[in-house]
């Protein structure tokens, strides 16, 4: 601990739409991308959808003087998409990759691919260590009949449960990437109420950026008017999270975001807007530590307590309303399959009648018996494959739901006890419950 | 911090081999099991195999009384066969999915549908939080050529990751589980060297059990003598291992497995012993905290710290081998499938001759026609699915060895920052390395 002064910490999220040869001038946005990172010199910058690794190679090379230290997250056929690039030494990476991301027969929407997951990369600023984050959640493709809300409320709960849990020792929590939620969505909520993370852009001193710090919008080229509705202006999807914790503060002086184009290029970065944050660390001081600030939030506590458990609930609920569509899913896949099954045994049975009456004659045309047997067999094959699928989706929705339940019973828990220490004793707090916001049961 | 008395945990691992219809004797041993741990009354209860739900209920509705906190982790196709049973209270769980399980084409080694995970349960013993592990690894099926190495030790590192990342909090770590190696295996030494475990028979101050605590013998009838070549007597591959904090001392009092056979039973539990150790955990006051321990380690840290250098190296070495193999694999099945492609292109282009020269005959026999498009169908598809199936081992290999890479210089900076404190100070430690053993970026 040898420097008290605070640091200021640039921090820039982006999703590239990096998808080689399909996403429109990609080589061209990349070079622009390089360009702008080498010019800006962001402390950490934290990309999606760098689907090539030749992409991620490029920006390493074009990147080497100025963030030194890199990192691309593997995984699933296609890869993360992940990456990190930072001024600073990075000690340490660790991945996590969700148990639900899509459907593989949804070939078009294609998250299924990507191995959707989490990177975190651990690194000292200054005298502080930075747990960061870098993640991409599921697609939302239609508000009204979102088919992957609780594959996404699975997602936003694993990523909770992982920061939560990786974090402990750091000083600094960080998270940038592409929710696919907007600010007010269940599964945002819960990361932000449970870890206590603060979104910069409600945090944020001084803005500059499109409306409401909207990241998909309707000024940019890239974008379709049709993808957007209901909200013709665009939405805010894409966000740069921060915590402190009793050894620092973190502030944000100022956020912006990029505005649908880039000036002296023809079209902009990505069909996403770019998130830059500007955060002050403010190590404190072991003093400063505890008594202020449990008497400064001890009034809201319990009421931040109580919203969580009902955030947490309603989660449950989502992954529940999952579980049932899945297990009706699976149903119908096993009843197809056992259709499957009876139409090739009939077909047998009907092939066999020549046989076992010598002299009659083969009752079916040949092409249509073959044709009818390989339709069978796809059924078949198809069932089965589609039966293992949603069995393993299952399995990780009731794995949520058990720890979901589990969580509510030991919040429930506290604010039971919360209550009474304030019930016997208004002035002073049971001490796991001294920060609000930030109900880690390692505290 | 009420209570600073010393808290006694009696933790039981066993792995079930509860496959239904198919180990031998199953709904009879899960009795006997449900019937000893009822009696036994461990604190902490983590069993593996169990692949069942249905097993996990019955155990579930069997120690309602004696132990009524539970969780099943669920995860894959059958599930990941992990469970824990404790009497106090499970205040959180998390599941971490290996990325790598051996290969979906060798069915008779199974490892690949159950999803091999490792799971945490965060419970309260007296007034310490201990955050406790289950796992079980890749089998290894031939200690001579064992093609699975490469994955055992991904799932190592991943393992050593996922509790070093999420323990930080913790007072007390305890990890449990079918490690499926032996004692000075390279995954074991990664594990305990880098997380600072301590392996309970190694620490135990009384013992009672099989001749080298081993875990599979030859004395229990459910394994066969070859199995076990070239180690005839038996191997030791189930592990109770656990850490302290700067918070709690742990010692072991005492730890005992099952010898081949129950009394009054005419079979064992299991084709693995059971494990049960008995921990003491000695909460510590703030004063002890830090000057004795120091002071006591100093002279080993450097060595400890130099040795899990070369640990990590010995690891990315493998992980590398691993990389090269994978890659000639999915080269192979590239190539094949080329062939398999151009077979049925000049097939298509045979066919294709009578209608082109008119009046010429069909040079193919209609079967044999049929036959070689299939076969030809059958190898494209195959081997896609084989490619697909290396990319993603390539992928998770190279995350792997990239946090490896990482971790290793890390490591490395920490060892030269020791060495000049020592040169400059020899009575004075840097404050990061002043736990040997435990060499955690977050300290």
Redesign the interface.
């Known amino acids: 601990m040898t420097n008290m002064d605070s640091v200021s910490v640039r921090v820039f999220s982006l999703n590239c739409w990096g998808i080689r040869y399909l996403s429109k001038y990609c080589p061209q946005r990349y070079a622009m991308i390089g360009e702008m990172l080498c010019k800006e010199q962001h402390d950490i910058v934290l990309l999606q959808e760098v689907w090539s690794e030749k992409d991620y190679l490029f920006l390493k090379k074009k990147l080497a003087s100025c963030h030194p230290h890199s990192?691309?997250?593997?995984?699933?056929?296609i890869?993360s998409g992940l990456a990190i690039f930072s001024k600073h030494?990075?000690?340490?990476?660790?991945?996590?990759?969700y148990?639900l991301n899509g459907y593989p027969y949804m070939a078009h929407h294609g998250d299924w691919f990507g191995?959707k997951a989490v990177g975190?990369a651990?690194l000292n600023l200054g005298s502080l260590?930075a747990n960061v984050y870098v993640t991409h959640l599921h697609a939302e493709y239609s508000r009204e009949k979102d088919s992957y809300l609780p594959h996404r409320v699975v997602q936003a709960w694993e990523l909770q449960?992982?920061i939560r849990?990786?974090s402990?020792?750091?000083d600094v929590v960080i998270l940038g990437g592409d929710l696919n939620m907007h600010p007010q969505d269940l599964g945002n909520r819960l990361l932000r109420a449970y870890n206590g993370l603060q979104d910069s852009y409600l945090e944020t001193a001084k803005f500059d950026g499109c409306e409401n710090g909207m990241t998909l919008i309707v000024d940019n080229p890239f974008i379709s008017k049709k993808e957007l509705v209901p909200f013709e202006k665009g939405i805010r999807i894409d966000y740069i999270l921060f915590k402190g914790s009793s050894k620092a503060d973190v502030h944000c002086d100022s956020m912006s975001t990029t505005k649908g184009s880039v000036p002296n290029h023809p079209f902009p970065y990505s069909d996403h807007e770019a998130l830059t944050a500007e955060l002050r660390l403010e190590p404190r001081t072991p003093a400063e530590t505890g008594s202020d600030r449990q008497s400064k939030n001890k009034d809201s506590a319990t009421g931040k307590l109580a919203e969580l458990v009902d955030i947490v609930t309603e989660a449950r609920t989502e992954v529940k309303v999952g579980l049932h569509c899945a297990e009706r899913m699976r149903y119908t896949a096993a009843r197809t399959g056992v259709m499957g099954l009876a139409l090739l045994f009939l077909e047998l049975v009907i092939a066999a009648v020549p046989y076992l009456a010598l002299g009659a004659e083969q009752p079916f045309p040949r092409t249509s018996f073959y044709l009818l047997a390989v339709l069978c067999f796809a059924m078949l094959l198809t069932t089965s494959m589609l039966y293992?699928f949603y069995?393993?989706e299952l399995?990780?929705l009731?794995?949520a739901e058990?720890?979901m339940r589990?969580?509510i019973g030991?919040l429930q828990?506290k604010l039971k006890g919360f209550r009474l220490a304030q019930l016997h004793n208004p002035s002073r707090m049971p001490p796991e419950v001294q920060e609000p916001g930030a109900f880690?049961?390692?505290?």
């Open positions: 990192h691309y997250f593997r995984s699933g056929v890869g030494r990075i000690r340490d990476t660790f991945l996590y990759r148990s191995g975190m651990i260590t449960q992982f849990h990786t402990t020792g750091a293992i069995t393993m399995k990780s009731q794995e058990d720890q589990l969580g030991s828990e880690e049961p390692e505290e």
